[in-house]
């Protein structure tokens, strides 16, 4: 192998001399270390012609607001069932307890990790190997997946917000999680020290997550009295029920059965087929995440149609990091020059950003607008429920322009209704299985 050679000092003169030698170079550290990168590198021009109008808007009241955790792949999918939830019970605002929510999914996490190890340490796999400190690196990490969320509202259901709110753990989620991780730690460690007690490791390291899960978040309701004043001030009562029946009873579309679409631009892996990420998921004996690879162009119908057609958001999960305006609430692939600041040219497609580490999906979110082109079929911009306040952005809402959607949009949940025969067939098919590592199994945070 090549020796490492070192940054020799006459090599840092010549960096030093050809940095100097440029008057473009010291007029941008002169504006960059006063001003910023993000307010040198705006492009004026893209930001002010990036509007906030739209030919269909759905209207999904006031923004969530996930704060100091990484739960937005449940915000955005309790918003779109919030909508619904609305419709149904007549109200002009509503919000799910998020909180219940992860709760319950940081629970089965607890039994599905600690199970998953389990078999791999009788199955004799090293404690260094690459996928056992893959599984122990984030172990206890607030991201997800739009089908884990969905196997937790079937299994537990939701409860509205006021009835069991938000606590200092659920809004700012670092320290349980890292006693959590460390807890889990501690199992593993136990199981490779002692192969025969395994069961017995999981059962007290079960019942010490559930411990410190209940002390952080409060104990979730089995049951609750259901009683609202619809937006007309009309009061309805309907008795007690439990979380999965009111889960059942008022968001009643179908959502458990969505079906997630992902553009994975990688050549090798074929469009029109199952992609499955190995030990990745929440509720043992749940759906496992897997999703259809299907052509950007197809996701953005999907999305448009669900959007003009059935007027309701709809779950996805993008990159949101680059190009991104967090103040003003837009993103676009042009928006701001980086490179001209730089003289540095960033020239990888979305396939090469996926393959070498630089984008994933991190972030999840809902769809509640696009602006369509008189044409009826082009796209011009989509507006987006974030959840992370109403305090910036267009009270929290953001607009996208669609170049953006094409190179940094990962992953969108439908109906499957809406695939056609060749997609439906392509379902029922066993899925490409990816490592626990690969970039699509990226959980949004």
Known sequence: MDQITPLSAEALDNLRQEFDASEHNHLAMN??????????????????????????????????????????????????????????????????????????????????????????????EPSDSRLMQHLLHDVMGDGGQWTMAMNVYKKYGAVPKDLFPETASSKNTGEMNTQLSALLHTAVAHMYANKAQIDEIIARTTDAGHRILTIHLGEPPKSFDWEWTDADGNFHRDGEITPVDFWKKYVNAGLEDYVCLVDDPRVEHPKGRKIGIEHLGNVAGGDPTEYLNVPNEFMKDCVRRILTEQGIPVWFGADCHPMMDRESGAWAT????????????????????????????????????????????????????????????????????????????????????????????????????????????????
Not at 359 to 379: I, L, P, R, W, Y
């Open 31 to 124: 504006a960059v270390t006063v001003a910023g990168i993000q307010n040198v590198a705006r492009n004026y021009d893209r930001a002010r012609r990036l509007q906030r109008r739209f030919s269909t808007v759905v209207d999904n009241g006031t923004v969530t607001h996930q704060d100091h955790s990484g739960r937005c792949w449940l915000f955005s999918s309790l918003n779109v069932a919030r909508f619904i939830a609305k419709k149904n019970l007549g109200l002009k605002e509503f919000e799910f307890s998020q909180n219940y929510a992860m709760y319950y999914d940081k629970l089965e996490r607890v039994n599905y990790f600690l199970k998953d190890v389990a078999a791999l340490v009788r199955a004799g």
């Open 334 to 445: 042009d928006l701001f020059e980086y490179g001209r600041v730089y003289n540095v040219d960033f020239d990888m497609n979305k396939q090469d950003r996926v393959r070498f580490a630089d984008s994933a999906m991190n972030h999840a979110m809902a769809f509640v607008g696009v602006d369509v082109a008189d044409d009826g079929k082009t796209t011009r911009r989509w507006r987006v429920e974030n959840s992370w306040g109403e305090k910036i952005a267009d009270k929290g809402y953001f607009t996208m322009s669609d170049d953006w959607f094409t190179e940094y949009v990962y992953e969108v949940a439908v109906p499957r209704t809406m695939l056609p025969a060749e997609y439906q067939a392509a379902l029922g098919e066993p899925a490409i299985m990816l490592p626990a590592w690969d970039p699509m199994g990226a959980l949004a945070d």
